[in-house]
């Protein structure tokens, strides 16, 4: 196969087409209908991206796909994906971007055309102007607007006539021939309309040719800064593809060696200076550093890292130099990711857009029909005793109808908002999964917040050791911290780095102990055999269930500890408590503020945690969530149903989490929303994510979302109030065609400039 290709769920191919020829809504109404028509394809066209996102069956090839477009009118070719830290476009070749070479094709067009046509309407108004026969003098300047300067429009306009389809290049084609031909057939027909100055209307009509240039050349400025406000639109995203660093620096058999980021292999080791990218994601080995990972995740402070610190490709280390190996290159990086998700949510439609697509479908017929009725209308009004004027009355109602009802607009509303909101979010460490995330953070007024990761740091410290009977607080850690080094749990992570580093104080030179037998319970704790003792550490659940009783004492001992804001952990050996390891967690400085940006969104703060309800308490009181918001002591599965429990009562759930057992939970949520620094089975079940660990993003999140559905909306009523206004008022003959082809071109720059608004959200 010629491009990379992703698998969906079904086992159907996904590909991603160029699609050169769309102008407007319904040239993506007629692809999606075609590609439609063979068995088990469904297509997504984005207009402004001119590209599609096409689920193909595996019996289907990618001949017979393009070549269905090809029949629909249009040329298509399969993508080969560009993932960060590709190399570049071959020099000469230019870079298509998002929505093609459009506008530099288009500027000679503009530039004849508007020198032309000046002349043109300047004789054509002003009589004083105007000499003897200038009528044949406007015929020749305007000739080459309307054919070569108005070649795009007619090129589109007979491709579709051929496959008996019609799009608004069709109405511009029509009306600008229509005026061109009644105007030159006037003058051939009574060469003598002009002969004289200010002399014209001797017979059956008049002229029209400041008609055709004139809206040519609007028609022209209006895609030419249309094509340049789409390529703005979608400058986030190519800006996020090309983060990634070009070469690494690698080390091998003791030499560094520089080559290109894209042969970089998974345990490569990439040699790191300070003020240089890191070139794909991967683990410290060595050194020590902070890392500013504001292009990723859009937070300004960097992050610390040292030994074992997972670090992302594109970041850049500030300070000392690092040892990294390569976990993930290519299109499995995290910035890989991030651009798939931004495309196929620029790529993907909104139900919101549905509407548009219907009306575009039979809305060029429509038009047309409207028009000729309009000429009709006016010739029968005027009688049998029609004259000049009232020819020349109803064909100017006609073309204004055929220029002002242009569905441009109508095909830009929603496609352009999606794009620029989406490759802002990507600036800002927001990624939006697809087009229905906009409905649903429309609706949602409940969010539950995960407090470990989400509110919290995550990052739990050993604050206390107690020891029971004839085990010492020492070898309680050590055992502890062995069998705990194998889970990847926050809490986990905390014991074993506690053991780690009472190992390396004491420096008694035994070795760290390993675990056999390992096995961990979600939302319980771990067991394994460690120097041939069974080593349990959890909580009391997990301990009951595996018949480890505890004492009286012991018990008031945990209890203590929790009610003192601490996270308790029991430590058995053998069967039998041999102690408790206290640890907490702190609030992240953001969090109080991002639940009271939460509330100002119309959304109730659920505090959910694992956690016992004194420590849940402390961090709720800490944050702002009242104390009747708080779930404590919640399981993986009990996550699930507080999000059931709440959707039965009528609320609309957002979810905020960013471990392993959250996943089910985020799934479940009418929202889900993961934190980047969580895993990727979290990332996966959600709806947004933010690359970034501050709360405060979450509630970013939602503020953009419901922006770009509110830009979205505001383009879609105007686009909806011009055709449902304008075209009345021009087949009542109250709109000058050149009048008309000015509102329309103003109407397509003024939908896509009002969704460039959003490239400043949030600075």
């Not at 400085?589 to 659920?606: F, H, M, N």
Request: net charge negative; glycine share 10%; with cysteine.
């Amino acid at each position: 196969m010629s491009s990379e290709q992703l698998l969906d769920r079904a086992g159907s191919r996904v590909i991603d087409l160029d699609i050169e020829g769309m102008t407007c809504a319904s040239c993506v109404n007629r692809v999606e209908r075609k590609l439609g028509k063979l068995d088990g394809v469904e297509a997504s066209v984005n207009l402004p991206l001119e590209s599609a996102r096409v689920s193909v069956p595996a019996d289907i090839t990618d001949d017979q796909i393009t070549a269905t477009v090809a029949a629909a009118g249009y040329k298509a070719t399969v993508r080969a994906p560009r993932y960060p830290g590709t190399p570049a476009e071959p020099a000469g070749h230019p870079a298509k971007g998002p929505t093609g070479p459009a506008a530099p094709s288009l500027r000679p067009r503009l530039v004849v055309a508007a020198a032309l046509t000046v002349p043109v309407l300047a004789i054509s108004m002003i009589p004083a102007l105007q000499f003897p026969n200038w009528g044949w003098a406007a015929a020749v300047l305007a000739l080459p607007v309307v054919t070569w300067a108005a070649w795009p429009f007619h090129r589109v306009a007979a491709a579709n006539a051929r496959h008996l389809a019609s799009t608004m290049d069709t109405l511009v084609s029509i009306g600008v021939i229509a005026a061109y031909a009644f105007s030159a057939g006037q003058l051939l027909a009574d060469p003598r309309m002009t002969a004289h100055p200010a002399a014209e209307g001797m017979g059956p009509g008049g002229l029209y040719f400041e008609v055709a240039s004139v809206v040519t050349t609007f028609l022209l400025l209006g895609r030419y800064l249309e094509a340049n406000a789409k390529r703005k639109a979608g400058d986030a995203l190519r800006a996020l593809l090309d983060l990634g660093a070009k070469d690494a620096t690698v080390l091998r058999g003791g030499t560094e060696h520089k080559i290109p980021a894209d042969q970089l292999a998974v345990g490569d080791v990439m040699v790191v200076r300070p003020g240089e990218k890191i070139a794909t994601d991967g683990v410290v080995l060595d050194g020590a550093s902070a890392v500013d990972a504001s292009l990723v995740t859009g937070e300004s402070v960097p992050v610390e890292v040292g030994p074992d610190s997972q670090v992302t490709g594109a970041t850049i280390n500030t300070s000392g130099r690092l040892l990294v190996r390569a976990t993930r290159v290519g299109s499995e990086t995290t910035l890989a990711q991030m651009g798939r998700l931004v495309s196929a949510a620029q790529t993907g439609k909104a139900p919101i857009a549905r509407l548009a697509d219907r009306i575009s479908a039979t809305f060029v017929p429509v038009v047309l029909a409207i028009a000729a009725l309009t000429f009709g209308a006016w010739l029968m009004a005027a009688g049998p005793a029609a004259g000049p004027d009232d020819v020349r009355a109803a064909f100017t109602a006609a073309v204004a109808v055929l220029v002002i009802a242009c569905p441009c607009a109508l095909g830009l509303a929603t496609p352009v908002g999606l794009l620029t909101g989406t490759g802002r979010g990507a600036q800002l460490g927001i990624l939006i999964k697809g087009p229905q995330v906009l409905e649903d953070t429309r609706t949602v007024d409940t969010i539950l917040l995960d407090k470990t990761g989400t509110v919290t740091t995550g990052r739990l410290a050993v604050d206390g050791i107690q020891s029971f009977g004839p085990h010492s607080e020492a070898e309680v850690l050590r055992l502890a911290g062995a069998v705990e080094n194998a889970s990847e749990h926050p809490i986990a992570r905390a014991i074993a780095t506690a053991a780690f580093a009472a190992e390396r104080l004491n420096n008694d030179g035994a070795a760290h102990p390993t675990v056999a037998g390992f096995r961990s319970a979600p939302g319980g704790g771990v067991q394994g055999t460690v120097d041939g003792r069974l080593v349990t550490a959890g909580r009391t659940g997990w301990l009951l269930e595996l018949g480890i009783a505890t004492a009286p004492a012991q018990r008031e001992a945990l209890a203590a500890a929790e009610d003192s804001g601490a996270t308790a952990i029991w430590v058995a050996v053998d069967g039998e408590a041999a102690g408790i390891i206290r640890l907490r967690d702190t609030v992240k400085p953001g969090s109080a503020a991002a639940v009271t940006r939460l509330r100002e969104l119309g959304l109730r703060p659920i505090l959910l945690t694992g956690d016992n309800a004194a420590v849940a308490a402390q961090v709720a009181a800490a944050v702002g969530i009242s104390p009747d918001d708080v779930f404590a002591g919640v399981l993986p599965e009990g996550k699930v149903e507080a999000v059931r429990k709440l959707q039965a009562a009528g609320a609309t759930v957002a979810m905020a989490g960013d471990g392993v057992n959250d996943a089910a939970a985020l799934a479940q949520a009418d929202l889900g929303i993961a934190m980047g620094s969580g895993t990727d089975v979290a990332i996966e079940a959600a709806d947004l994510t933010v690359m970034g660990n501050d709360l405060g993003q979450v509630a970013q999140a939602i503020e953009l979302s419901r922006r770009t559905l509110g830009t979205i909306r505001t383009n879609l009523f105007w686009a909806f109030f011009y055709n449902a206004v304008g075209i009345p008022v021009a087949a009542l003959g109250l709109l000058n065609p050149m009048i008309a082809g000015a509102a329309m071109a103003a109407s397509s720059v003024l939908v896509v400039a009002n969704s460039l608004r959003l490239r400043s959200f949030g600075s």
